[in-house]
């Protein structure tokens, strides 16, 4: 019996000993994808192994190398603007705290198939919790985790969070930092694949701190990479908002052009027409100055050709318009007498374009003030050139009705004051032409550039066989004009580099801005100066030269951090080319516009001199038949004139002073001359009558 008991025992012994692993294997080959359920309940477990925490510990590799593909990928262009944290990405890969229970034998299980390399929590979090695999042959289970860390991702993990950085700063509005971040991911050739996100961080850090030029030569390098590149598109699209910024949206023009062919976004496409409108029309002018004329119908046919595109709805459809009426006016010019240009049609095309311009940029409320002042400056621009067209074609009182609408003060006065004389002139009202030469010739103007008003003032008085004080405007002209015409034709017989013609102007410039002495060769330059100013393409990329150089100068301004960074040597470096660049134009612009001044000039001053022998023999004829009369002829009359104005302006009479506001209003009364008149001071015929 006693042996039976022992037997029993035995036997139940050997049966716990058999048992007790079959337990733990059997729990080792559960499911524990589906855990998460019972995680709460198992959290607060109090009696789990220490040595656990190091199989949560693998495992947190093995998420770490699941989270590596996330921070490889090239985000898009949204993700540079505001990435998600590489650091982050492990942690977001979440597992049961309590997943593996501890083991109560140390006997070695065999790890089952299922997908246990599911990324458990921080270690920090583990709480000691886990399985105790230190002495286990379980390393195998990991394997598949391992050949995925084999993938080639060394070092981009951190050059990607390097980047981050850069674009964390950019959204800070810290954008010295975030410009020095993205360049020094320029400078290593190593991180060459992400050299374009880079550049692209930067690009936009120097247009949020006012450096536009800097900007638009770190974007040309961005599309100098081709329409695959990633952000190609995009860059485009910040090529309009520098030109919005800019004096002188020709600053980009070249760089439109050179992408003409690509496809624009939609919401910038009309002003990609007109911009390179606005091209065509710049160089087949320049084509015209240099007597290229089949190249430069090309280029006014692109002009039409795209302004025709812009749909009237559109913001730019005024502008368009306007070149297209430009480029009609060219075309038609081309006819040598009045009678054809009032035939040609497309002297009519730019006639209606004109209208059609002056229609569109009527002053209505619910305008921006930016868009009111560019509708208003082009509104001018239009009524001068509607009333130089009825100039040509002799319709001199429709000139001088649209010369009339410009209005007192604004950019376009004192040329239309100066062109509404000669319009007056041949409709013979003189005293309004005269009265208009002398507010050209006041105090307030004294440094602009009207040489033909004196031309245009002494045949009025010789027409009105006033000789002698048509003798003395000549002189006046002479003494005034022929320095100028001297020094000029010194200039262009320099025959100099394009760039050294724009750094004489550049040195007057510079003179007058810093209020240095000026000798009477610097008085004649300044002349010059402002003569080849009127040329507006010379202008535009002189105001982008200056802006330039004011860039340039605003490094000084910057932190030291940043002024003294390799970031501002560059910069510096690549502002100079630019500014090479535009001064070389600005210098092929300044020969061509000082070459045909000087052509014009000649042709005055050959004028003056034939109006003042015609002057010299009239005044000897007069003096023969007072000698024949025995002293009795009177060739000069008076002239009936009457002093009387509108209701609502007062007479006051002209003593040689001049205030600022009755510029304009000067009214010349002739009180006596050779010509048959019935009255002076008649009065424009209002077109709209006609």
Known sequence: MRSFRLIRLAVLGLALVWTAPSYAQSFEGLDLGGQSKSKKKKKGATSKSAKGSKSAKGKKKTGRGKA??????????????????????????????????????????????????????????????????????APKAPAPTMSFDAVDVSGKTADRQRLDVAVSLFKNDEYEKASMAAHELLADPKLAGLHTEARYVLAKSLYRMGMYHSSLGEFSKILSL??????????????????????????????????????????????????????????????????????????????????????KTDLFYPRARYLDGIASFRNGSRQKDAASKRGNGEMLASVEAMKEVVRLTRPVAGKSADQAKADKSLRELAFMQLARTHYGMQQNRYALFYLGKVERGNTQWLESLFESSWANYRVGQYEQALGNLITLSSPFFREEYFPEALILKAVIYYENCRYRESNIILQDFERTYLPVHDQLEGLVKKDMEASAYYSVLADVQKKNKEGLEKNDTDL?????????????????????????????????????TFKYSELSKQLLEELKVQRLSLISKAGIMAKGKLETELVALKQLLANGLRIKFETTTKEKEFLEEQLKAGGRTAIVKKYRFSVAVADDQLYWPYEGEYWRDELGTYQYTLTKGCIDRDSANRNVQSAEAL
């Open 68 to 137: 590596a593909p996330a921070a490889v990928e090239a985000p898009e262009e949204e993700s540079i603007a505001s990435p998600a944290p590489v650091e982050a990405a492990p942690s977001a890969i979440t597992a049961p705290a309590a997943a593996t229970p501890a083991a109560t034998t140390s006997t070695p299980a065999t790890p089952p198939p299922a997908p246990t390399p599911a990324a458990p929590p921080a270690q920090e979090n583990a709480g000691g919790f886990g399985l105790d695999l230190t002495q286990q042959e």
């Open 226 to 311: 081709g329409p695959s590149t990633k952000f190609f598109k995009t860059s485009l699209e910040w090529l309009f908002f520098i030109s919005r910024k800019t004096k002188n949206e020709t600053v980009i023009l070249d760089e439109i052009a050179r992408h003409a062919n690509q496809e624009f976004p939609e919401k910038y496409r009309n002003e990609f027409r007109y911009l390179l409108a606005r091209y065509h029309f710049v160089r087949g002018r320049a084509l015209d100055q240099v007597g290229q004329t089949a190249d430069a119908d090309k280029s006014f046919a692109e002009v039409k050709r795209l302004t025709l595109l812009i749909p």
């Open 524 to 560: 004649i330059l300044e002349r010059i100066l402002r003569l080849a100013l009127t040329d507006q393409d010379l202008r535009k990329t002189n105001d982008s030269i200056l802006e330039l150089e004011g860039e340039m100068d605003a490094f000084a301004s910057r932190g030291d």
